[in-house]
């Protein structure tokens, strides 16, 4: 048996299409592949044999660059040639490559194939439409579409009386037999005197109609081709619908902020089942949240910060529901406990240290009571095994930040540094410690089935779950205990200075050993990706600009100003003299401290600082002692000590900032390990006294350096990062991947987002560019877009924040004459949410509060109480609850069907 694959495909010099038989490795990577032959004109063919009872193959095209030897697959699902029962001693296949650009390809992930388009696959019949002794060719029609409305088929006509005859009422109806292709077979005489046309349309099986047909020129198959084979199949692609591109909407809230009746003041999973009643009911099609792992660190509310997981594959204990679990069998306890929960159900925001406190409670007396059957449960025993290689670890890890108490591990004596025969031992049934690790291991499967049940019921309702991956760890985590190679555990991640933190971010969180994670495929972060897509369809990479380069700090530091992007080309010592600016480095390398300064940043404590903290090397210069030279040192010194008045605690707070300030006062960070001769330029370094205070040739020199650095010599160098990393980890799974690209965003961000179909992020707010605002109708459509997120203020608190800022929206955004209500009023939130309904993004996704804002009387009325988080504050307090029961939210019909029809008439 003979098949000759054929595929137009325009290659650039140096290019090769392979055919890859086997189909993909672990990491999606190419194993071998077959090299097609260039027959001219874009045109690449190969034939290979078969043996005569080959059911099937299942292939994909790719690009080898014959200089690098890297291999690009081309997008969507492994292709197959199904020739089971054919009696065809020879086949030619006609493809079409499929580029990653295509927006088609957003529709073949899991989002649509799960919940959004879900399509039944049909059983195939081995059947064959031809017969041995034929003398005709069998052509297989086959199209792939990804975005078919559900309860709709595909059907093609032509102009041959086997297709039709271009009447309606004769056209072949296709079927759909696996993933998202639709294909029929059918024997035409190959004494056919003319080039066969045609065109696809789309049928509706319960109207028995054909409701549209493809626009554009028809598709055709020369009589020639006939010829050359007794089985022609024809893979077309792209369904050229008349329809504009399908749409969305999703509500935004943290599982934190759920509440319920039955609830235990903090939202639950099965709380999400609650959400997704509602969101079908009104017609939203995705709920999106907050991270949702375990943060257990301090048992405080320090912890509700949910971007610093102890471990990125364990569910947080804070979420689980008990009474799904079992019921306390002891009444007296049961009542007190039942007594806790409606206390603390009744609050109004999180109080996060008293939940957990109860939850534990709860799980501690129905652990002791289901101890001995639950191990042995049958599908217990299949969670452990299939999660084994994390939980184990996590169980391990709580145990010993709880006999410790701490979860810096470097304080762990012997455990400080751990091995997997270590785990193992710790971990065995026969140690007197067994429950406190055993314990972990039956809240992790409860929470399991309680996300899962939830995510399956979300799905049942058409409504897609879309979880958060942190682009960081804590640093006191199993990952870094576990895998300390992995990260570099002396440097910090964060973001550098924005309108919103002037200082910059720090997260404290280790940034990644790309290197050693390379060596193995990027296996942790695959490993992590497919634990998320056991709940989650859809996801949010947060600060994906972090896989181009990371805003990275040394430990020692503590403000984010002082951090630099990593990886990043530095500038050189030679660069700098060329310009004819003398590198002097302790004038422009180290803090630049001069007596005129002082009281700018110290006022009346001015003298007080230089007695204690400085050293006078010149007249009116000053250097900081060794035991305050770095920022790490200033806030061990300065941090605050119980028993301190209010004005210690002013004066304390006063000279830290100060002494942060003056270390800031920088204008060049030296590359580490350079031996003096590669800097990076401090972010903001305009705003230094050391940049004010050059002569203004020099000032100029250097603002050409810091303008050619932060945004034209690494654009190619950062692509090239994010292209290594980038498809490696969207290949991992089949989730519909959103990234996060807010912020200081490089020129390279939204091609290669566009080139591996990444959704980007648009908020209304933080434009991407000069202009203050930017407009949903200007969106690109492969991108979500939303009002605000949990990391500002909602759009009530933005209105009150700039009463000037907020009028030139209401005049050139909204379009409205006259002067701006103080107050952002319900119909204003309307205008908002309709200019979002109807923009051009994939997804408008609102979180709830400004959902609600539309209601004057649904609407929370302390408008500040509704924001989640505050970025400037390293400690803020994550404590945000939605004002109403889910319960009660169902039963509000008039905004409910008010809501439901916005969504409606705005044909997401």
Partial sequence: ????????????????????????????????????????????????????????????????????????????????????????????????WRSRRDIENAFRTDAFKNTLLPLSNKKRKSTPSISKESNNTAIRFKIDVPFLEQGMKMCLSGNIPELGNWDENKAVILENFRETDWEQEIEIKKSLASTIEYKYGVYDPKKKKIISWEVGANRNIHKSELSKSALLVKNDQHFRSEKDWWKGAGVAIPVFSLR???????????????????????????????????????????????????????????????????????????????????????????????????????????????????????????????????????????????????????????????????????????QPHFDEVAIHYFVQYHLYKQLKSATNYARSKGVVLKGDIPIGIYRHSVDAWVYPKLFNMNAQAGAPPDDYAIKGQNWGFPTYNWEEMAKDGYQWWQNRLKQMAQYFDAYRIDHILGFFRIWQMPYSQVEGIMGRFNPAIPIYKDEIE???????????????????????????????????????????????????????????????????????????????????????????????????????????????????????????????????????????????????????????????????????????????????????????????????????????????????????????????????????????????????????????????????LYGNSMWAIFPIQDLLAMDGELRRVETQEERINEPSNPNHYWKYRFHINLEDLMKQEKFNNYLKEMIKQSRR
């Fill in 578 to 836: 060329q310009k004819g600016v003398w590198l002097d480095y302790d004038r422009f390398c180290k803090p630049y401290i001069r007596e005129h300064m002082l009281y700018d940043f110290f006022g009346d404590l001015k003298e007080q600082v230089k007695r204690q903290f400085l050293e006078e090397y010149h007249p009116g210069c000053y250097h900081l002692k060794e035991e305050i030279n770095t920022q790490r040192k200033v806030s061990v010194l300065f941090a605050e000590r119980d028993g301190m008045s209010m004005d210690e605690k002013v004066i304390n707070q006063r000279m830290r900032d100060g002494l942060f300030g003056l270390l800031s006062e920088v204008i060049f960070f030296e590359e580490e390990g350079s031996g003096g001769v590669a800097f990076h330029p401090r972010n903001s370094l305009h705003f230094t006294k050391s940049y004010q205070e050059l002569d203004e040739y020099t000032k100029s020199k250097i603002n050409e350096l810091y303008t050619d650095y932060f945004y034209n010599r690494q654009e190619n160098f950062w692509k090239d990062q994010a292209m290594i990393k980038l498809p490696a980890l969207k290949e991992a799974t089949n989730m519909l991947v959103c990234g996060e690209d807010l912020g200081m965003v490089p020129a390279c961000v939204p091609g290669v987002m566009m080139e591996l179909g990444l959704l980007s992020l648009e908020i209304q707010r933080m434009p991407k560019g000069e202009r203050e605002f930017s407009h949903p109708n200007d969106a690109p459509y492969l991108s979500v877009s939303s009002p605000s997120c949990h990391d500002m203020s909602t759009v009530r608190g933005w209105w009150e924040e700039d009463i000037e800022r907020t009028q030139r929206y209401y005049n050139h955004i909204l379009g409205l004459d006259g002067g701006a209500p103080y107050f952002c009023e319900p119909w204003i939130c309307e205008q908002v949410v309709k200019q979002h």
């Fill in 260 to 430: 319920s009746e039955q609830g235990y003041g903090i939202g639950q999973f099965s709380d999400l089942e609650l959400m997704a009643d509602w969101a079908e009911s009104v017609g939203l099609k995705l709920i999106q949240i907050l991270p949702i792992n375990d943060t257990t660190a301090t048992k405080t509310w320090k912890d509700s910060y949910p971007y610093a997981a102890i471990s990125v594959f364990a569910l947080h204990p804070i979420y689980i529901n008990p009474s799904l679990i079992g019921t306390v069998s002891n009444p007296i306890i049961r009542e007190a406990l039942e007594q806790q929960r409606v206390d603390l159900n009744n609050k109004k925001s999180v109080s996060y240290a008293e939940v957990l406190h109860l939850k534990w409670k709860y799980i501690r007396e129905i652990y002791t009571e289901k101890k001995v059957g639950f191990l042995k449960e049958k599908e217990f025993i299949q969670f452990f095994k299939e999660n084994e290689s994390w939980l184990k670890p996590y169980a391990v890890f709580c145990y010993l930040r709880d006999l410790f108490g701490t979860v810096n591990f470097s304080k762990w004596d012997k455990y400080e540094k751990i091995t997997p025969s270590v785990i193992n031992t710790l971990s065995k049934e026969n």
């Fill in 1 to 96: 048996m003979k098949v000759r694959f054929s595929i137009h495909f325009h290659t650039h010099w140096g290019q090769q299409v392979l055919l890859l038989e086997e189909g993909l490795s672990g990491n999606n990577r190419p194993k071998k592949g077959k090299k097609l032959k260039y027959e001219g004109d874009g045109h690449w063919t190969l034939e290979i044999s078969l043996p005569e009872k080959t059911d099937k193959v299942l292939y994909k095209y790719a690009l080898l660059n014959e200089s690098t030897h890297e291999v690009e697959d081309e997008a969507g699902h492994l292709r197959e040639l199904y020739l089971k029962g054919s009696f065809a001693n020879t086949t030619h296949v006609y493809d079409q």
